[in-house]
């Protein structure tokens, strides 16, 4: 079973960027299609973007259009989030997940350890 160990998290003022990270121990992490999720204190877990196996579709929440970006490189077995304009209510636990299924399906997900994001005002 595939393993993820997300990065890259911290805390960045509001309007500010950063770049997520998601490190797939799996050889075959370009059979997985990859997702982000997020959880804020006391909220239930939502989905904040997803990308296809290859790479060459992604869909975001409305939430985040605009202002994150999801990508990967199968080489380096990574997924990214990249968030820009950063607001407090973006605040919370950063989750990575892979599903082999074609498209993302959180019934057959594994998930990573996740990584805190925290935007201050």
């Known amino acids: 079973q595939v393993q993820l160990v997300e990065s890259g998290g911290g805390l960045v003022q509001a309007g500010g960027s950063l770049r997520l990270s998601c490190a797939a121990s799996?050889?075959?992490?370009?059979?997985?299609?990859m997702a982000w999720f997020r959880q804020a204190p006391g909220k239930e877990r939502e989905f904040v973007a997803r990308?296809?196996?290859?790479?060459?579709?992604?869909y975001r929440a409305d939430s985040v259009k605009g202002r994150f970006t999801i990508s990967r490189d199968n080489a380096k077995n990574t997924v990214y989030l990249q968030m820009n304009s950063l607001k407090p209510e973006d605040t919370a636990i950063y989750y990575c997940?892979?599903?082999?299924?074609?498209?993302?399906?959180?019934?057959?997900?594994?998930w990573g350890q996740g990584t805190q994001v925290t935007v201050s005002s």
């Open positions: 990308i296809t196996r290859s790479g060459g579709s992604t």
């Open positions: 799996e050889r075959t992490f370009s059979t997985y299609s």
């Open positions: 997940a892979a599903s082999e299924s074609v498209i993302f399906n959180t019934q057959n997900a594994v």
